[in-house]
């Protein structure tokens, strides 16, 4: 058939340059192509010259086109044939019988007793890639064929750089936005955060937190639930050398156990079902800055190995990448529980926490520094009244003072935070009163040593008892007020504000019976 090889290049180049999107233009040209070459289906190929690899971007068919993103390593011995630049397009009568075919018969994208017809892509002297036309049957191409496509050498790599790099900026945007909308997030968390105490109850921690800021050693912050660990782990970053980097938050208890590496280490395009795109990881947002792994207590046994060897090696690698990332981070970690004690129930490594605890700071409860409670009730009721738009900050009813001086606060600054925003909601603009409406507040809900409650708490008696003693007898008295209810809007959780399966937990640890076996 007699081919007027002006228009078969207008009519091919208008398709083959009418979309950035590799499958696109793939297709539409395909589909034109296949009336003067008896192809199959088509392959378009990338060369990365830096990794060495061959990718397989496209493919096409008269069914439609797809995206592969399949890529090989080029062996050694055949290295020279894909990297040459010679402008030369060749009908292959079998692919089993060219060398640059052996990597993709072996993924099984090519079938060994195809015929092939190779068109080389050249930009600026170096490879860019290829498209390469498939007949299922041996011997079905010609050189009159290979000469024709070979007329669409320059449209086709042209058309396959402007796609690269059309993904690259897409890429790059991507992660632009990504890095703005966690900086954004973690920044919001931070701004407006003071250390209310720093002079009085705090002094000391404040005291090391300025030590060790300039530093890049590892901080690890012990301390009870709500005692606000990752306030102390950002006046750490803020006052480091690091403080214009990133500040990345990983709440290690809140990640699922089959999402960990993906969340901490990122993911390449196609690592698994619904990675949709590339992805980093915590660790790798972190570049620069400080990451914070909050509750680390909580990771289980393979995510503390991977975490060691990120802390060894300074490097992650991300879930279906070949390549370690190298990472700059400053790691502050945090938990509320006995690290020590796990390490020796073998639920902990002990060598992860050497890696941790070089600098372990330990961070008092409230009922430890009550002398900053009138301090943290003006700044919370400041705070909540303008996020409320209460107007002028209520005053407290005489005497309130002394009643919040008195309680536990067994939440610790959260739960003091928490009365403050339910006193403001009830007190409906008037006067500060925390009455019988926070039933935490009650007198007869302030423990001591005795069998049940007392009217009010014996300092001296408190200092004997084991912390295990008073959270559990604490946890037994919220179940008699909810009837041994732990989950939902009127159940114990709710009430000691911490998560359902947290407060389950720590009633298995405690011995405490809830269910079934709860009940009387």
């Known amino acids: 058939m007699r081919v007027d090889e002006n228009e078969f290049f207008r009519e091919a180049t208008l398709r083959i340059c009418g ?76 692919a089993a019988t060219h060398p640059t075919a052996q ?4 993924k099984g994208l090519l079938d060994k007793d195809a015929s092939l017809l190779i068109l080389r892509l050249v930009m600026d002297g170096d490879i860019v890639g290829g498209v390469i036309f498939v007949a299922e049957e041996s011997c079905r191409f010609t050189q009159e064929h290979a000469d024709l496509v070979s007329l669409l050498r320059e449209p086709f790599a042209v058309a396959l750089s402007n796609s690269i790099r059309y993904r690259e900026l897409l890429e790059l945007k991507e992660l632009l936005a990504e890095d703005n909308r966690f900086l954004h997030s973690e920044l919001r968390q931070i701004a407006g955060e003071e250390i209310i105490g720093a002079d009085f109850g705090l002094k000391g921690v404040m005291e090391m937190v300025r030590q060790v800021a300039p530093l890049s050693s590892p901080v690890l912050l012990l301390g009870e639930t709500g005692t606000g660990k990752e306030v102390i782990a950002g006046a750490i970053h803020t006052l480091s050398p690091r403080k ?6 990983v709440n290690c208890g809140a990640i699922p156990e089959n999402l960990i590496d993906s969340e901490l280490f990122g993911h390449e395009k196609g690592a698994f079902t619904g990675a949709i795109s590339r992805t980093r990881g915590r660790f790798e947002r972190a570049h620069g800055g400080t990451i914070f792994l909050d509750e680390v207590g909580e990771l289980q046994a393979d995510a503390q190995v991977r975490l060691l060897r990120v802390l060894q090696e300074r490097e992650i690698e991300r879930v279906g990448g070949t390549e370690p990332i ?14 020590e004690a796990m390490i020796r129930d073998g639920t902990f490594r002990e060598d992860l926490y050497f890696r941790l605890a070089v600098f372990p700071i330990a961070i008092p409860p409230l009922r430890d520094r009550k002398g900053d409670i009138p301090l943290l009730v003006q700044h919370f009721a400041h705070k909540k009244s303008r996020e409320m738009g209460l107007g002028d900050t209520p005053t407290l009813m005489p005497g309130t003072l002394d009643r919040l001086m008195a309680y536990y606060w067994p939440g610790n600054i959260r739960e003091l935070e928490n009365a403050v925003e339910r006193a403001l909601i009830l007190s409906k603009g008037g006067i500060l009163a925390f009455d019988d409406s926070h039933a935490l507040l009650k007198p007869e809900h302030v423990y001591a040593s005795g069998a049940g409650p007392r009217t009010h708490l014996d300092l ?33 959780a709710r009430l000691l504000q911490v998560n359902p399966s947290t407060l389950r937990k720590r009633m298995r640890k405690l011995g405490i019976p809830f269910g079934r076996k709860g009940k009387q």
Request: net charge neutral; aromatic share 6%.
């Open 19 to 94: 979309s950035l999107d590799v499958e696109t233009f793939l297709y539409k040209s395909f589909v034109y192509i296949s009336q003067f070459v008896p192809a199959d289906s088509a392959v378009l190929t990338h060369f990365n010259r830096q990794k060495g690899e061959h990718i397989a971007l496209a493919k096409s068919s008269t069914e439609g086109g797809s995206l592969l993103n399949l890529s090989v390593s080029v062996p050694s011995e055949i290295r020279p044939f894909v990297v040459r630049t010679d402008k030369q397009s060749m009908a292959v009568k079998r």
């Open 103 to 106: 990597p993709w018969i072996a």
């Open 244 to 249: 214009d980097g990133p500040f990345i938050t």
């Open 326 to 339: 190298k990472v700059d981070i400053r790691v502050i970690a945090a938990t509320n529980r006995d690290l």
């Open 460 to 492: 001296q008696d408190t200092d004997s008892l084991e912390l295990d003693r008073i959270v559990t007898r604490h946890i037994r008295h919220v179940l008699e007020l909810t009837g041994g209810k732990v989950g939902g809007d009127e159940g114990a």
